[in-house]
């Protein structure tokens, strides 16, 4: 079984370029959401503490298998900790077999960026140069960096309600766009084409309502993604046409949590493949009410998979035992210590 490390993983994306890693990985992902009917999905499994959850999140076609272990817990920053962690796994379907364990939180940040470019290639105005990011924690850069590979974005208005998160953001982001801080979400939004709100508090929030936003907008709502925690006003969303990725899990734990009464337009999936139009009218105001999903983890744990592989990039470690008789596992515990 192949392990890729945090070393590894740097060492893949420095090889292959990081825009041309987040190329491949929006195509990955977009590819995933075009065969959508071919996978086994299922919400994600999550363990609720008042402290935090921790969730196991599984998707498979006939294939491949893959879960992502991750955690949420917004405290942890106070203590240095990160406050999402996550490991992933990779395993041939047909015989059980695992292929790869590999670090997941880096992964997740780029996989949830994806998905961000992804959404906004379709209901986003293709002229839009104007990203305004309410909330400059840990995802912040990664956002930025996809939604620029979809996207001319040129300007970023930026709002945290921790001033070191946002000086962090301008030293990483520095030369990527132009960088403007603000005081106030009004002023943030101000002429702003595509919105993204990526806050870490576990409650709801009102921080966008009905005339704050201009007409022809973009919301990329991705802070609300656990059940009693969202960021929007209800009343806001009567006035998007409203993209999920998969509605069983989104009405429990996505904006729409609230406002379950609230008209769906589509599915991601159902933008990809044409079924459904995505952005129909340059004056609308769009909104994806993403919380994350494992057909996203599944698509850039298979691009890794194959690009470790391709570059002979990881650690092949001995974790599955190997018996000449599949059926004498005891032999395994008595012979000799590998040197």
């Known amino acids: 079984m192949r392990l890729i490390t945090i070393s590894h993983l740097k060492q893949l994306i420095r090889e292959t370029g990081l825009d041309h890693f987040l190329q491949q990985n929006l195509a990955s992902l977009e590819a995933a959401f075009g065969r959508w009917h071919e996978f086994r999905k299922s919400p994600r499994h999550a363990t609720h503490y008042p402290q935090g959850v921790i969730e196991l999140m599984p998707c498979a076609d006939e294939e491949l298998y893959s879960f992502k272990y991750v955690n949420g817990h917004p405290k942890n920053t106070a203590a240095g900790r990160l406050s999402v962690v996550a490991l992933g796994m990779l395993a041939n379907a047909r015989n059980g077999y695992p292929l790869m364990l590999s670090e997941m939180t880096l992964l997740t940040a780029i996989r949830t960026a994806s998905t961000t470019a992804l ?21 912040a850069e990664f956002q930025l960096l996809a939604l620029r590979q979809v996207l001319p974005i040129e300007q970023v ?46 409650r709801h929030n009102r921080l966008l309502k009905p005339g704050m936003i201009r007409p022809g907008s973009h919301i990329h709502a991705m802070g609300g993604d656990c059940p009693g925690k969202t960021e929007l006003d209800p009343a806001l969303l009567a006035q998007c046409r409203i993209v999920v990725e998969y509605l069983p899990q989104s009405l429990e734990e996505g904006e729409i949590q609230l406002s379950k009464e609230t008209p769906v337009h589509a599915e991601l999936w159902e933008l990809v493949n044409g079924s459904k139009p995505g952005r129909q009218d340059p004056g609308e105001l769009t909104l994806f009410d993403s919380v994350g999903f494992a057909l996203e983890d599944f698509a850039i744990l298979q691009l890794v998979y194959q690009l470790a592989c391709d570059l002979e990039i990881g650690e092949e470690v001995d974790l599955i035992p190997s018996p000449a008789d599949p059926k004498d596992l005891y032999s395994v515990l008595i012979s000799p210590l590998s040197p």
């Open 119 to 139: 959404g906004a290639k379709y209901l986003a105005r293709p002229e839009s140069r104007h990203l305004a990011l309410i909330g400059t924690g840990a995802q």
């Open 157 to 202: 208005s930026y709002l945290d309600s921790d001033p070191r998160a946002m000086e962090k953001f301008a030293r990483n982001m520095v030369g990527y766009a132009t960088l403007i801080p603000c005081e106030s979400i009004d002023a943030a939004l101000s002429d702003s084409d595509v919105i993204i709100t990526a806050t870490a508090a576990r």
